[in-house]
Antibody, heavy 116, light 108 residues
Framework: EVQLVESGGGLVQRGGSLRLSCEAT????????MNWVRQAPGKGLEWVSY????????YYADSAKGRFIISRDNAKNSLYLQMSGLRDEDTAVYYC?????????WGQGTLVTVSS | QSALTQPASVSGSPGQSITISCTGT?????????VSWYRQLPGTAPKLMIY???NRPSGVSNRFSGSKSGNTASLTISGLQAEDEGDYYC?????????FGGGTKLTV
């Protein structure tokens, strides 16, 4: 069974940093492209960042460029999102999500709350 | 990276059919046959319902179908059931990234 389990969310001050992690099980992690997708409270889904299976291609939404860094460790079956310069509008549930042309599996999400 | 356009809400009675539209541009919906649809229930992660415009993942009811014409994709749910309620999102590949619609709340 495919499972994606996020961790690392929490309360952080405006301007602060946070590192999200996602542990993948139930599939060959190194063969799949991965994403981070977020959802602000009461709002819709927003794609944040993408990393290819071998980390050779990386893309960011304009809202994340220059502040977020996506990475992965295939030996540890893990995906990461290093977030810095956090703003109020970054408050959201962050989902780890598998896929490229589509998202076929999602984690349960981890809540990031940015507060002054 | 503008969001795709979906109606905020649609409603229907049990047994009826409804259609949710998803309008983009030639750079996303119109340019690729990689439109997907997701259903999200409160407090849970989205679930893939349709991919590559018309395909259903294993386990998804054949009451769900997808189509596309030009820059607009559509999700049709036939024989509406109470369990179909939820928020529905479309997404499209853009050549490098994914873009999502704003979401549509379906009330049965």
């Amino acid at each position: 069974e495919v499972q994606l389990v996020e961790s690392g969310g929490g309360l952080v001050q405006r301007g602060g940093s946070l590192r999200l992690s996602c542990e993948a099980t139930g599939f060959v992690f190194s063969s799949f492209n991965m994403n981070w997708v977020r959802q602000a409270p009461g709002k819709g889904l927003e794609w944040v960042s993408y990393i290819s299976s071998g980390s050779t291609s990386i893309y960011y939404a304009d809202s994340a460029k220059g502040r977020f860094i996506i990475s992965r460790d295939n030996a540890k079956n893990s995906l990461y999102l290093q977030m810095s310069g956090l703003r109020d509008e970054d408050t959201a549930v962050y989902y780890c999500a598998r896929g490229y042309y589509r998202i076929d599996y999602w984690g349960q999400g981890t809540l990031v709350t940015v507060s002054s | 990276q503008s969001a795709l356009t979906q109606p905020a809400s649609v409603s229907g009675s049990p047994g009826q059919s409804i259609t949710i539209s998803c309008t983009g541009t030639s750079s996303d919906v119109g340019g690729y046959n990689f439109v997907s649809w997701y259903r999200q229930l409160p407090g849970t992660a989205p679930k893939l319902m349709i991919y590559d415009v018309t395909n259903r993942p294993s386990g998804v009811s054949n009451r769900f179908s997808g189509s596309k014409s030009g820059n607009t994709a559509s999700l049709t749910i036939s024989g509406l059931q109470a369990e179909d309620e939820g928020d529905y999102y479309c997404s499209s590949y853009t050549g490098t990234t994914l873009v999502f619609g704003g979401g549509t709340k379906l009330t049965v």
